[in-house]
């Protein structure tokens, strides 16, 4: 709620400022209800809607990192609300309810987490910048941006191929 | 390995922003989908290991295959790593619906390092009868996020037994009026093979020499030798009243499991008592054991109480052509029914009229019923302990000895009082 709030008030410049509150209450009706359809469509809306209602903004380095912060405080909001529904399901599936070993888990699996989280922000910020300066320029020099966009395609099939390898796995019947 | 849905929204994101930058020529969405992309790559850090390698095996108590009713179980869970280091490993022994736990959990998370050992132990009981099926053990990897999950390998059932509980009764004499010719410990008030005298005689060539009775030979100047009573035994017929409409109660707790627990401790009571015993279960099926003797015969009953299941149509007015064809007569017959079904007791009274001992232990339905129904009207529970008291009075009027028997308490105080009264009756 925290995240589409902020986002909404950042984003009152736009006509469209109060798009990402209504989606994001959405997702939180459906993590009380503990309806995980519920909660995934409504963080996915509520991002697109943020990315919508920014898509006038000027192109600098700040708004740049601005977008990301906003986005990944969704991601953020969005795992760990996914993580507390599963631990609930997993104590609701246990016939002897021990608080004990869900703090432990819970622990670890927050850590992973946000591990994951500042791996993908660092990941984000640095493909954005190069992304960004490679195609659209900025001032740098020619060979500069030539470099930048190999480097860029360099890592568009790089993470390509992570893709291609992570959805390729097979399905556990 | 199963990918969640995650991967779905995260790939609709990715698409959406691409359509939708193309479409507004906007660099936001550009960022969006390069942070999308980035959040895959930071997936693949969760991926499992390709080389899991888990060991997981179950031991039971003793290599235990039978236990007895509501007695304790302790299951151990073994689990070793091989393989590589295991974040989010979720365990769980998956045990049938009336099986429960007594201390511990079969369900548990943890994480192993490589070549790390654990021990998972907990405690089980059944409180009914008859087969049961512990497992199999359920492995999964999980990662913290939900992105990924694998199924492994666990370890396969374990069937074990559940046999009736035997209450033993040193204070009862459960003997058959009618015996036959064979050992056993009824004192059959004739000569014979026996420890108690009876008379004595004049000596006869080929009677034993500790038999004399030196002081009558003294007196009478003539050899004599003692008599002993013969002590034999009989047939007692244990038929056990499964019927569907008849039974009260509910899984956990109904008169069929008190009557089966009846049928046990009454099977190893009068068996030890050197007698032969037969069995006769009606209920999904009419079943039955031909009377014998000995520990064996023991364990044929239990194995027939245990894997016995009410319902069916077989009611006890069907069991009075197998008594007469299949069984000797001159036997004592123990009802165990509820008499639930006012039908079953003509069957009784009628082979009461010939030449059977007839006893009746009824496990009280109203007692189930009070413990096991919130809800139950006084009015109706007061007429149907009339009705009852009608029918065990009417079967002792018929000449049958009967047992009204509050399942929740033993079975032979109950049983002792009844003799008791009917010894003072012959008197």
């Known amino acids: 709620m925290m995240s589409g709030g902020l986002a909404s008030l950042i984003s009152m410049h736009s006509p469209y400022w109060f798009f990402p509150l209504i989606f994001i209450s959405i997702s939180l009706i459906g993590f009380n209800l503990k309806k995980s359809f519920v909660l995934d469509t409504g963080i996915l809306l509520s991002v697109i809607s943020y990315l919508f209602v920014n898509r006038g903004l000027q192109l600098k380095t700040l708004n740049i990192l601005y977008i990301i912060g906003i986005f990944f405080l969704f991601v953020a909001a969005w795992f760990c609300a996914k993580n507390t529904l599963m631990v609930q399901e997993m104590i609701n599936a246990f016939e002897v309810p021990d608080g004990e070993r869900f703090v432990s888990f819970r622990r670890s699996s927050l850590t992973d987490l946000f591990n994951n989280l500042i791996l993908s922000v660092s990941i984000a910020v640095i493909g954005s910048f190069i992304g960004i300066f490679s195609s659209l320029g900025g001032g740098l020099s020619a060979d500069l941006e030539i470099i930048l966009m190999v480097v860029f395609s360099s890592l568009v099939f790089f993470i390509m191929y992570v893709i291609t390898n992570l959805l390729s796995k097979r399905r556990a019947e | ?427």
């Not at chain 2, 022994?93 to 369900?107: K, R």
């Not at chain 2, 569907?244 to 069929?256: D, F, K, S, Y």
């Not at chain 2, 039955?288 to 894997?307: D, E, S």
């Not at chain 2, 008291?389 to 105080?413: F, I, K, Q, T």
């Open chain 2, 1 to 427: 390995m199963k990918r969640s849905r995650i991967f779905l929204y995260l790939t609709a994101l990715t698409l959406s922003t691409l359509i939708l930058g193309n479409l507004f020529r906007s660099w936001v969405f550009l960022i969006g989908a390069i942070s999308t992309l980035a959040l895959f790559v930071a997936a693949s850090r969760s991926l499992p290991p390709d080389e899991i390698e888990l060991k997981i095996e179950r031991e039971a108590d003793q290599r235990v295959k039978e236990v007895y009713v509501k007695d304790e179980l302790e299951m151990t869970i073994h689990i070793e790593n091989r393989g590589e280091k295991l974040r989010f490993l979720e365990i769980h022994d998956i045990l049938p619906p009336l099986v429960e736990l007594t201390e511990g959990s079969n369900h548990h998370v943890l994480s192993l390092d490589m070549g790390e050992e654990k021990e998972l132990n907990y405690k089980i009981s059944c409180p009914v009868t008859g087969k049961i099926d512990i497992g199999p053990i359920r492995a999964r990897y999980k990662d913290g996020i939900g992105f990924f999950t694998k199924e492994l390998e666990g370890a396969e059932k374990k069937r074990i037994q559940v046999l009736p509980r035997t209450e033993e009764m040193k204070r009862v004499d459960i003997n058959p009026s009618y015996t036959k010719h064979w050992l056993g410990d009824i004192k059959s008030k004739s000569i014979g093979v026996g420890s108690e005298f009876f008379s004595i005689r004049e000596y006869h060539q080929g009677d034993e020499i500790k038999n004399i009775n030196w002081k009558a030979t003294a007196r009478y100047q003539a050899p004599f030798t003692n008599e002993y009573e013969g002590e034999k035994s009989g047939d007692v017929i244990l038929v056990v009243d499964g019927y569907e409409e008849g039974v009260v109660g509910i899984r956990r707790q109904n008169t069929l499991q008190a009557s089966i627990d009846a049928a046990a401790s009454l099977a190893s009571s009068t068996l030890s008592a050197r007698n032969r015993v037969g069995l006769i279960v009606s209920g999904e099926y009419l079943n039955w054991v031909y009377p014998a003797t000995g520990k064996n015969q023991y364990h044929r009953i239990l194995a027939n109480l245990t894997k016995f299941k009410g319902g069916g149509t077989w009611g006890l007015e069907g069991i009075k052509w197998l008594l007469e064809d299949f069984f000797p007569a001159r036997s004592l017959i123990i009802f165990i029914s509820p008499l639930t079904v006012p039908k079953f007791s003509e069957t009784m009274i009628d082979l009461c009229t010939k030449e059977y001992d007839v006893m009746v232990i009824s496990p009280d339905p109203v007692k189930i019923e009070r413990d096991v129904i919130e809800d139950h009207e006084e009015a109706i529970e007061a007429l149907y302990r009339t009705e009852r008291e009608h029918l065990l009075e009417l079967l002792w009027r018929r000449g049958a000895v009967v047992v009204d028997w509050d399942p929740y308490e033993p079975l032979e105080p109950a049983l002792e009082e009844v003799l008791r009264y009917q010894q003072r009756l012959k008197r």
